[in-house]
């Protein structure tokens, strides 16, 4: 594991994050504020706004070889009984977006359900994704330049930081959602210490990169962690035939990941922010999502 080092304030029961009282955070910059520049204009009418009330809301960074890596963190206030050290450590992993205001209310949502919610910006040394303005220019620019080890090594530090800081990462989830779906499926097989994933429309196959080597298909005979995969059906960038495969390549290993395959929803039902918005399959993905994670011993 890549040696992590932090001289912040303990997080659980501290004033580390910026709470209902305007406290404030460690970073100047904070992460999830505003929207990427790649998917704006947004759809406002759907955006779901979920308040800090009873919360601790902030950016803190985690130094990871000398970079600082921001992390969005949520969690109940330490002054309510729910909000006391022992928490449950939810990963929320983004999109290709990055950390922009979706993935912060994703945390923030988790946090209100009891959670230590951490989501951070896996893309820091490869540029600012929320800055750049075109979908293809963030893949080749950003994305492709990112290595799937130095995603790794950066969660395994964001863990150990939780685990000193009060979270109880022996009841340890992952969710993440397109790219981030992605990198679920390949964290749960990379770190032992994950109990369930949930992976939102996340690729299955792929070619594989130098720096990118393997996808979750790659990894499905070896998964011990358990997945919940929520896709959609209409999602022409993953087909049908690729869960298929998927679920045949867990079968034989014997894991026990499951599928749900929303028929009428296409890639992003998640995503309140953009048209591809599907209000009734994201509601039902997020309450089965809860549910796995409470069924597998993260709640």
Same mark, same amino acid.
């Given at each position: ?7 912040c304030e303990s997080l659980l029961g501290q004033s580390s994050l910026s709470g209902p009282d305007g406290r404030r955070g460690f970073l100047k910059v904070a992460l999830g504020t505003g ?20 919360? #601790? ?5 985690? #130094? ?8 969005? @963190?949520?969690? +109940? ?38 959670? #230590?919610?951490? @989501? ?5 040394r490869q540029g600012d994704p929320t800055k750049v303005a075109s979908i293809p220019e963030l893949m080749k620019g950003i994305i492709a330049k990112t290595p799937d080890a130095q995603v790794? @090594? ?5 863990? !150990? ?26 964290y749960a097989a990379h770190n032992p210490a994950v109990k369930a994933g949930v992976a939102w429309y996340g690729r299955l196959v792929g070619e594989p990169t130098a720096l990118q080597p ?50 009428? @929803? ?8 953009? +048209?591809? %918005?599907?209000? !009734?399959?994201?509601?039902?993905? %997020? ?5 796995? #994670? ?6």
């Open positions: 594991m890549s040696d992590m080092i932090t001289d929207f990427a520049v790649a998917v704006l204009p947004v759809a406002a009418q759907n955006v779901i706004k979920t308040d800090t009330a009873g919360l #601790l809301t902030g950016t803190m960074p985690v #130094l990871v070889d000398g970079q600082a890596v921001p992390v969005y @963190a949520a969690q +109940p206030d330490a002054a309510q009984p729910e909000g006391k050290t022992g928490l449950p450590v939810v990963l929320v992993i983004s999109e290709i977006f990055g950390v922009h205001e979706h993935i912060a209310d994703m945390a923030r949502r988790f946090a209100k359900q009891g959670y #230590l919610a951490l @989501a951070p910006d896996l893309f820091v790794m @090594a950066d969660l395994d530090a964001v863990v !150990a930081w939780a685990k000193q800081n009060g979270g109880d990462t022996s009841r340890l989830g992952i969710t993440g959602f397109c790219w981030g779906g992605r990198i679920t499926w390949l393997s996808n979750p298909i790659d990894i499905a005979g070896t998964l011990t962690a358990p997945v919940l995969g929520l896709y959609g059906g209409k999602d022409t960038g993953i087909t049908q035939e690729s869960i298929a495969k998927m679920k045949a390549a867990l079968a034989k290993g014997g894991n026990k990941s499951e599928f749900v395959v929303y028929p009428d @929803a296409g890639h992003a039902f998640n995503a309140d922010y953009r +048209p591809s %918005y599907v209000a !009734a399959d994201a509601k039902d993905g %997020y309450a089965r999502c809860l549910a796995w #994670l409470k069924q597998h011993g993260v709640a």
